[in-house]
């Protein structure tokens, strides 16, 4: 047993020995050699310059906020976040409760702590490593930034780090140092610098941080895990208490405010990366890469503004949601989409995307996906290019007919193509205003071809529709009836086009971007993003069409979810075929929206159900609430429109030819060869004809021998 005891006291004699020999090494030999530039350098090798340092150069996350500065999203680099703030930011309690935890001589010292140092030298070591307890803030900070956070703890390193944390003294002020270490130091859970942690333990900000918070924030970087209030609650209880017993032990506050602190309940949040407005934020993604060549993988602490109203995006999910709620298993559609812009500046109010993000395939972004077809809604394109050509006027006579055109239909288009109207009737000769408010299928295609495919693809290419870039020809007398892709977000383009008397604007979700170093890089300028697209009297007339209720009363009824209680309002369904697409785009002078509802694997909606019952109570509700503070507005005539009675007219076509009220042109031949057949024979008068019913009713006969 003694000879036990000796043992134990010859060990520990031997470690006291180990323990004054290692002090002496730092303070004989290390000490004079910080001193000793030359000397220093030979010892512990050359050393990294410190200056050109700045918290905000360091890496850190991209930020997206809406427009009001509402934070949508924080993406950092494989779940790690930074978020850089200056030191005026940050709570007070932060600062004190780090340096009486952390170093407490912080604003006296020149970078190094001798005390620290010989505490340091005098801890339990093994294989003559030596303790880090005793580095000060400025080590901490030189050791993230030089050396890196889990070097090996030999003495050449720990003098490299004192020897640099002298420098960095000498080269920047207190204040500097802590905002960089601050901004710097690893909090756990994933969280480097204060308001990454602040966020993420208690969904809060580096500014609003209570004491009791504060305190347990700056006792995580000594040990990010053990200390950690979701990993060892106990733990980082303790270590908290520890903190704010430093703080009174420093005179930074009261016992009082220490036990109050304590008690302190606190709400701690488990790691999440919740983004609001995901498929917004994925459409600004790809136009930062795209337009800027920004991407949050480059670390460099953009601030990105969007043009995003959230308290209008959420009512956007809302209504969308409902709707699927309400109607969606009955008319068989699970997924809808909307897009609503300022139409006086192009910028995006708000973009929903789908009805859940994260459902299978829910990251498919329909607000602006181009694969499906926007139906009769695409006739806002085609009469008013009608209108501008000055060859049809809004009472312009069309008489609604059967047509059958010998090609077209089909998938091979060597079929006849035999359009209907949606209710399967025709209903004779009617005004253009009406056969627009009422979609008719056949007086669209008439208008269509009557001024011409490439005029019908130039007006929607000029309101900005991006998605028809195939040579005109490619494109069939399907167009007028959204037979072709257009993604929500053009179809509310063009309608703000519409909406701004025939000024289109590309759509613009970004305001403006901030560097990590606070530097603007680009701010939006709605005046450098006009295009004059229609003329305001073309518009104007085409504006007056869609906003009279009367003009669609005949399909639609009257005063339905495609007009706003005591508001003018300007709005266009569309329906596609088999029912797989259902629209509804409008507008008011501030306001435009588009919504599209459907399934994405293209089902087909069930009940027959057309735009007036899927899309518009969607478009119906949130223009409503969207406009509720709002007053009526509309515009007013402008100069070079004539008005007679109700009607408006672009000067000089008052009394135009009544061309379409007479039948269609027929073709000549009585049978033809579909593979055969030549354009020249497909034409009459410059016009596609159609083929020419018998005596029974029977169409032209079509061979293929």
């Not at 924030?217 to 270590?239: D, I, V, Y």
């Not at 460099?300 to 709620?325: C, E, F, H, M, P």
Request: with cysteine; proline share 7%; net charge neutral.
């Amino acid at each position: 047993m003694y000879r036990h005891i000796r043992l134990n006291r010859r060990l520990h004699r031997r470690s006291k020995a180990r323990r004054i020999l290692l002090l002496g090494l730092l303070l004989v030999f290390g000490l004079p050699l910080m001193a000793v530039p030359a000397l220093a350098a030979g010892t512990v090798g050359s050393l990294p310059a410190v200056n050109g340092l700045s918290a905000s150069g360091f890496n850190q996350d991209t930020l997206i906020f809406d427009r009001h500065g509402t934070l949508l999203d924080d993406i950092g680099l494989n779940g790690d976040h930074r978020i850089v703030v200056p030191l005026k930011y940050i709570s007070p309690f932060v600062k004190q409760a780090t340096i009486a935890i952390e170093d407490r001589t912080f604003y006296s010292n020149n970078g190094i702590d001798v005390g620290g140092i010989a505490r340091a030298a005098v801890a339990d070591y093994t294989n003559h490593h030596i303790s880090q307890g005793g580095s000060t803030i400025s080590q901490q900070l030189v050791k993230q930034v030089f050396i890196g956070p889990n070097p090996p703890p030999t003495i050449q390193r720990k003098l490299r780090e004192a020897m640099l944390a002298v420098d960095l003294n000498s080269s920047y002020s207190k204040d500097q140092i802590l905002e960089m270490y601050l901004n710097t130091i690893y909090y756990g859970s994933q969280s480097y610098g204060i308001e990454s942690s602040a966020r993420t333990f208690f969904h809060t900000n580096a500014h609003d941080l209570t004491l009791g918070q504060a305190a347990m924030l700056a006792g995580l970087p000594q040990a990010p895990t053990q200390n950690s209030p979701l990993l060892n609650a106990r733990q980082a209880k303790l270590r908290q208490l520890e903190v704010l017993n430093a703080m009174v032990a420093q005179k930074m506050i009261t016992p009082e405010q220490a036990l109050a602190a304590g008690n302190e309940q606190l709400q701690v949040f488990p790691p999440s990366n919740q983004v609001l407005a995901p498929h917004f934020v994925d459409y600004v993604l790809q136009v930062l890469d795209k337009q800027f060549h920004i991407r949050p993988s480059d670390r460099k602490g953009y601030r990105i503004y969007t043009s995003l109203d959230l308290t209008l995006q959420n009512l956007g999910d809302q209504v969308v949601r409902d709707q699927i709620a309400r109607a969606g298993n009955f008319y068989n559609f699970h997924d809808a989409a909307l897009v609503s812009m300022d139409p006086k500046t192009g910028e995006v109010l708000a973009m929903v995307g789908g009805a859940d993000y994260n459902r299978p395939g829910g990251q498919i972004n329909m607000a602006t996906s181009p694969t499906r077809q926007p139906g009769s809604s695409f006739k806002m394109f085609t009469y008013t290019a009608a209108i501008e050509s000055g060859r049809l006027n809004m009472i312009s006579p069309i008489l609604d007919q059967p047509m059958k055109f010998p090609l077209g239909g089909g998938t091979d288009g060597y079929k006849p193509y035999e359009p209907q109207n949606y209710d399967q009737k025709f209903h004779g000769t009617v005004p253009l205003k009406i056969a627009m408010g009422n979609s008719l299928n056949i007086p669209a295609i008439k208008t269509e071809l009557t001024v011409g495919i490439p005029a019908v693809l130039d007006t929607a290419r000029r309101m900005g529709v991006t998605t028809l870039t195939a040579k005109d020809g490619s494109y069939g007398i399907s167009l007028t009836l959204g037979g072709y892709a257009v993604p929500p977000l053009d179809m509310a383009t063009g309608a703000s086009t519409l909406a701004t008397l025939g000024v289109r604007h590309q759509p613009a979700p970004i305001l403006h971007i901030v560097d990590g170093l606070g530097k603007q890089i680009f701010a939006y300028d709605a005046k450098k993003n006009e295009f004059r697209a229609v003329t305001p009297q073309a518009s104007f007339i085409v504006d007056s069409i869609m906003s009279d209720d009367r003009n669609r009363c005949l399909e639609f009824g009257c005063g339905g979810d495609l007009t706003l209680p005591g508001r003018h309002v300007a709005a266009k369904t569309g329906t596609t075929q088999d029912f797989r697409d259902n629209w509804t785009v409008g507008f008011t002078p501030s306001l435009a929206t588009a919504v599209w509802v459907g399934n994405p694997d293209y089902q087909p909606l069930a009940h027959n159900s057309t735009g007036i019952v899927g899309a518009a109570p969607i478009w119906h509700q949130f223009m409503l609430q969207a406009l509720a503070q709002k007053p009526d507005e509309w515009y007013p005539v402008p100069s070079g429109v004539d008005q007679v009675g109700e009607n408006y007219f672009l000067p000089g076509t008052e009394s135009l030819p009544s061309t379409l009220a007479q039948p269609w042109p027929t073709c000549r031949f009585g049978s033809f060869n579909p593979y055969t057949i030549t354009d020249a024979q497909l034409t009459v008068n410059g016009l596609p004809c159609v083929l020419a019913s018998g005596p029974s009713g029977r169409t032209a006969r079509r061979t293929q021998g």
